[in-house]
């Protein structure tokens, strides 16, 4: 089992593109939980530039439930990555198997799903600032679950 990256109800079609791209580098799976703020497919990540979707492993779930039962099947835990976490990234122990959830780019995501999270972690910044894109902190969080846990590619 390898770490999973999930995007709940992504906003931004490019944001998208690029946490598949990181998803198709690093050759992790990312998990498209719908409604979307664009038309999720194929041809529309071709349209928002990614021209890396033929060597991503990616699954869409037509909601937050019909993702948390199969991950739930799975015994996988949900990393929620979030400004209001109170645990830092780089104090967290992750697992092989974990999924990194990120939450729409305009709202984050609701307190139900906060509710059924394993971990909340935020990425620790300098006071002052709102937040990181989307798309980076997928890319910093990834990276510090796969370096801990052996699965970096060589």
């Given at each position: 089992?390898?770490?999973?990256?999930?995007?709940?109800?992504?906003?931004?079609?490019?944001?998208?593109?690029?946490?598949?791209?990181?998803?198709?580098?690093?050759?992790?799976?990312?998990?498209?939980?719908?409604?979307?703020?664009?038309?999720?497919?194929?041809?529309?990540?071709?349209?928002?530039?990614?021209?890396?979707i033929d060597q991503v492993t990616w699954r869409r779930h037509a909601s937050f439930a019909a993702f948390d039962a199969e991950r739930r099947a799975e015994g996988r835990r949900v990393v929620l990555l979030t400004t209001t976490g109170a645990e830092p990234l780089f104090g967290f122990r992750f697992q092989p198997d974990d999924v990194l959830l990120f939450g729409r780019e305009s709202a984050g995501v609701p307190e139900s799903v906060h509710a059924v999270a394993d971990a909340r972690l935020r990425i620790p910044m300098r006071a002052g600032v709102r937040s990181l894109n989307v798309a980076v902190s997928a890319g910093i969080a990834l990276a510090e679950a796969l370096r801990q846990t052996g699965g970096l590619p060589d």
């Open positions: 089992m390898a770490v999973r990256i999930a995007l709940y109800c992504p906003d931004i079609a490019q944001n998208a593109g690029t946490i598949l791209r990181i998803g198709a580098c690093f050759g992790i799976e990312v998990h498209i939980i719908e409604p979307a703020g664009f038309p999720v497919g194929d041809a529309g990540f071709r349209r928002a530039g990614m021209d890396y």
